[in-house]
């Protein structure tokens, strides 16, 4: 199978090579794909970075599923992690008789390098999104990420752009949009069955507060300075990193500590907010803009090392006239009211055919049963409702996947502007073109965070601007 994929630029070269001090010079390889259709070098090889609970649990899974790619790579900055992913993925090849050797990193950087290496992988914490995104596209490689997709809107914004410009193919882990069931229900609000969409109601949980916790020795095994990447130094302690025993039932099952401490992810409204948030933008054809007023409040922890928010209320005004709000005590979900009725939709599984369900219900069951049109909108389908295989399938064919770069960004910067309404308590007005707040510079300023030299994803897109 060969991949059609834009040849690097001599700037792009350059910069591939300049991703890290002390770099490795390029591996002389021979072009194995003219050993025939079968061989491994046919394949879609993939660079998984990041191999806790995310990768193990739902990303390595979705990729090894897929019979056109192949993991030659794990990275961890944890050794013991990177060491059992490589097991892992070993033996899930080895049992279906493709030996294979998967190479093992500390640093995705050297990885990157790697002629042979098409795309990657990126399940690492929320800070450590923006900046092996824009490396990776730096090095023609093309991109998964978990979602949210960056920690600020100018990340996204530079993430965005640069993925487009290097025509990488790109797929972001809202996996939502690759279910039956919300897809449906973008689907029937779209095509008005609801009539005049006027509110869409997101329910969301919350993170527990935590108390303060003792400084603890760096584990041997953790490069706990290049964990903490453009954030500021801090003292180690295991609850702000993740588990050094995980209970191997579940496989890094438990959620680490850093979920729930804003220097590493803003909580649940970029957590769980950016799967519902991006279903709601899909139903309310709005996934290329966002809100035009926003107006938010929360509680916040005074103590502890836990910070992210607690108990929250978020209204963002569109221009289209809907009114999105974003409440810790709604039902976990999306619901789209308006003037015709409502429709609610979850995950889970649901038959339309079968009439209202917990996964997809409506306030008449006509709206779920009355079939779509041969003429009426219909939304990107994955592919046996597989997340995954449709970002394999985007690269194979270098059409898009059903997430966007542009689609992702636009979906984390609305829950980027309602943890900063939450944070300053008051309405904001918001310009969707420009990206900027009106008249409004402490909001603004917001818009961005500081970054630890020499890391950060916006000193990367910089210094590649600089090349």
Request: some cysteine; glycine content about 8%.
């Amino acid at each position: 199978m060969k991949i059609k994929r834009p040849p690097l630029t001599r700037r792009e070269f350059v910069q591939t090579s300049l991703l890290g001090a002390g770099a490795l010079a390029l591996p002389s390889l021979i072009p194995a794909r003219v050993f025939g259709a079968d061989a491994p070098s046919n394949k879609i090889n993939i660079l998984q970075i990041g191999c806790g609970r995310i990768a193990r649990s739902m990303d390595l899974p979705g990729i090894l599923a897929q019979d056109r790619a192949r993991v030659v790579a794990v990275c961890d900055l944890d050794s013991i992690r990177v060491a059992d992913a490589q097991r892992y993925v070993e033996g899930f090849y080895g049992r279906k008789g493709q030996p294979i050797k998967v190479s093992t990193y500390g640093d995705y950087r050297e990885a990157l390098q790697r002629a042979d290496i098409d795309a990657v992988a990126i399940s690492t914490p929320d800070h450590w999104h923006a900046q092996p995104i824009i490396e990776a596209a730096l090095a023609g490689k093309d991109v998964y990420v978990q979602k949210p997709l960056t920690m600020t809107v100018r990340e996204g914004r530079a993430v965005s752009d640069l993925i487009r410009a290097k025509q990488r193919a790109f797929q972001i882990g809202s996996q939502q949009r690759s279910a039956a069931n919300f897809r449906l229900a973008c689907e029937l609000v779209r095509n008005g069955r609801l009539g005049r969409l006027h509110t869409v109601k997101i329910g969301l949980p919350t993170d527990p507060a935590g108390p303060v916790e003792p400084e603890m020795p760096v584990p041997a095994n953790l490069d706990y300075a290049r964990w903490l990447g453009p954030t500021q130094l801090m003292p180690y302690t295991e609850n702000r990193v993740h588990p050094q025993n995980p209970d191997p039932k579940k496989r890094y099952g438990d959620r680490p500590g850093w979920l729930r401490i804003e220097s590493y992810c803003l909580g649940m409204i970029t957590g769980w907010g950016s799967h519902h948030v991006d279903i709601a933008h899909w139903g309310m054809d709005t996934e290329q803009t966002g809100p035009v007023a926003i107006e938010g409040r929360a509680e916040f922890p005074q103590s502890g090392l836990w910070n992210v928010h607690g108990a929250y209320h978020i209204e963002s005004r569109y221009a289209n006239g809907a009114t999105m709000i974003i409440d810790n005590t709604f039902p976990n979900g999306v619901r789209f009211e308006g003037s015709d009725g409502w429709l609610f939709v979850t995950r889970g599984t649901a038959d339309p055919t079968n009439g209202n369900s917990k996964a997809l219900n409506a306030s008449d069951p006509d709206i779920l049963k009355t079939p779509l049109g041969t003429k009426e909108i219909r939304l990107h389908a994955s592919e046996n409702n597989d997340h995954h295989r449709d970002w394999i399938n985007s690269i194979v064919t270098r059409g898009a996947a059903v997430t966007s770069p542009e689609v992702a960004h636009r979906s984390t910067s609305a829950c980027n502007l309602g943890w900063i309404a939450m944070k300053l308590g008051r309405k904001l007005t918001w310009d969707p073109g420009r990206e900027s707040f009106v008249r409004d510079p402490v909001a603004e300023a917001m818009l961005t965070r500081a970054e630890r030299a020499p890391y950060g994803g916006l000193a990367a897109e910089q210094a590649a601007r600089r090349a």
